[in-house]
Nanobody, 120 residues
Framework: VQLQASGGGSVQPGGSLRLSCTAS????????VGWYRQAPGKQRELVAS???????NYADAVKGRFTISENGARNTVYLQMNNLEPEDTAVYYC???????????????WGQGTQVTVSS
């Protein structure tokens, strides 16, 4: 089981992208799932998080532009990013503590990120 982030790309300012975080081989446990990003020369920062039954949380820099959600199958968490700005350029990662199968829950590590580039 592992986390897989996808959906990145290159867009112009004002454009949109939807990132997907897939719990490959299982489903999310219900604990918080977070989207993080790391720009060159900067520390990794939390962008948005969601936990089942709770309200999503957003960094101030993305409030009103990004939306985090989970699908009904509980195996994918999306990050819809609208009105993108050059400052959003970064590698985006998703993270949670566990992925569960029908038999067991496994701790998971950081997966590969997905590059988002916003440039005119």
């Amino acid at each position: 089981v592992q986390l897989q982030a996808s959906g990145g790309g290159s867009v112009q300012p004002g454009g949109s992208l939807r990132l997907s975080c897939t719990a490959s081989g299982g489903i999310f446990s219900g604990n918080p799932v977070g989207w993080y990003r790391q720009a060159p020369g900067k520390q990794r920062e939390l962008v948005a998080s969601i936990s089942r039954g709770g309200s999503p949380n957003y960094a101030d820099a993305v409030k009103g532009r990004f939306t985090i959600s989970e699908n009904g199958a509980r195996n994918t968490v999306y990050l819809q990013m609208n009105n993108l700005e050059p400052e959003d350029t970064a590698v985006y990662y998703c993270k949670t503590d566990r992925i569960c199968t029908s038999d067991f829950c496994f701790q998971v590590s950081w997966g590969q990120g997905t590059q988002v580039t916003v440039s005119s």
